[in-house]
């Protein structure tokens, strides 16, 4: 029971995160029953996507990740798409956690006024070229307990929100923009990296993964539809893309500063892991040196940064429709590759309800990318 307890923990840690802010901001621009829609919508996905990905991690022997799986079932061009895709799509979320992060460091600082949110953006960025320049681990142990503590916080501002909801901002919304939740939540709801530790977790037993990953999705699920509840109807057409801004004057500074703190230092610990593990990927499976990992590992988002690309939603948009939909289109092709390579149970069901989501996943992936050239 232990472990599983700890194997549920690590998905839930896994999905609640960054991602969750934004989901409150696309709900009400969509409106709120759309972006209940995709919430529950898209939990749905993840979940049955988790679940394929958990029976493939069951049944094949040796560590892997994504891209050793689609190297293994579909041959080596295949670990070379997904080792590309999953190298931007870190690159994406690096950059939405320089985007928001300086946002909660200015709130933490400096208040509302005063003070420039890409200052506190570059402060950030160097905090976390040098730590993964030195390779310096120095959040990886805590990292568990802050996704907890994080969690408490959004239940103290639901808790003390609910009083201050507006049932009239559940009204309306706009129908054109029915699709801009969709790139967001699967970004915010995506768990499946998380699998392969809640494997060892449970000591290979499988009917505990299986339960661990409903368990660990749904209550996540829950959570993003909860905090996007609340925040949603204090805010209405007034939430901001971080969430926490808009709702000053209805909740007590103290809890709004909470907060940003919380996920300020849920910001920097995934920043850093992810810093991490591509100056490493550069280094061993690119087999650059040192300071060409560390270049192409860090420096990419700021570029981006300074490119222009600093709207929060539009990044994680982008990186949860195009990236976050690939990945999860290749969990799927990879695990229907397996199941019937081993002949798996319920084959036939998989595969019908697989074809449906990787139909949903392309479409995502096709219309964001042509929304974008």
């Known amino acids: 029971m232990k472990a599983f307890f700890q194997a549920t923990a690590a998905m839930i840690g896994m999905i609640v995160g960054v991602g969750i802010f934004a989901v409150p901001y696309v709900s009400a621009q969509a409106g709120f029953l759309v972006g209940l829609f995709w919430i529950v919508l898209l939990g749905l996905v993840s979940l049955f996507i988790n679940l394929l990905f958990g029976e493939l991690v069951a049944g094949t022997t040796g560590k892997h990740r994504l891209a050793g799986y689609a190297q293994r079932y579909l041959g080596r061009p295949a670990k070379s798409i997904v080792t590309i895709s999953q ?150 057409s007034a939430t901001s893309q971080e969430a926490f801004v808009g709702l000053r004057g209805a909740l007590p500074p103290f809890i709004i500063w909470l907060g940003a703190l919380f996920g300020f230092l849920a910001v920097i610990t995934s920043y850093l892991v992810i810093a991490m593990y591509l100056k490493e990927l550069f280094q061993y499976d690119f087999r650059l040196k040192l300071f060409p990992a560390w270049l192409f590992a860090v420096w990419v988002p700021l570029i981006l940064y300074f490119g222009g690309a600093q709207n929060f939603v539009r990044v994680l948009d982008i990186v949860g429709s195009v990236f976050g939909g690939f990945d999860a289109l290749m969990i799927v092709l990879v695990s229907l590759a397996y199941a019937y390579r081993r002949h798996a149970p319920r084959k036939k069901l998989k595969t ?22």
């Open 87 to 236: 190298t931007i799509a870190f690159w994406g979320a690096q950059l939405a956690y320089l985007i928001v992060g300086g946002t909660f460091l200015r709130i933490l600082l400096n208040g509302y006024d005063g003070g420039s949110v890409m200052g506190y953006s570059l402060w950030l960025f160097a905090f976390v070229a040098i730590v993964t320049f030195f390779g310096l681990r120095i959040f990886g142990k805590i990292e568990f307990y802050l996704t907890w503590v994080l969690i408490a916080v959004i239940g103290v501002i639901f808790f003390a929100g609910v009083p201050n909801v507006d049932p009239s901002n559940f009204i309306g919304g706009d129908i054109a923009k029915i699709f801009l939740p969709y790139g967001v939540i699967l970004f915010a709801l995506g768990g499946s990296p998380a699998i392969p530790e809640m494997w060892d977790i449970v000591h290979g037993k499988k009917r505990a993964l299986r339960a661990a990953i409903i368990a660990g999705t749904l209550i996540s699920v829950l959570i993003t539809l909860l905090f996007m509840l609340v925040v949603v109807g204090i805010s209405g």
């Open 352 to 373: 019908a309800l697989g074809a449906i989501i990787m139909v949903l996943l392309a479409i995502g992936v096709i219309q964001k990318l042509l929304n974008i050239l």
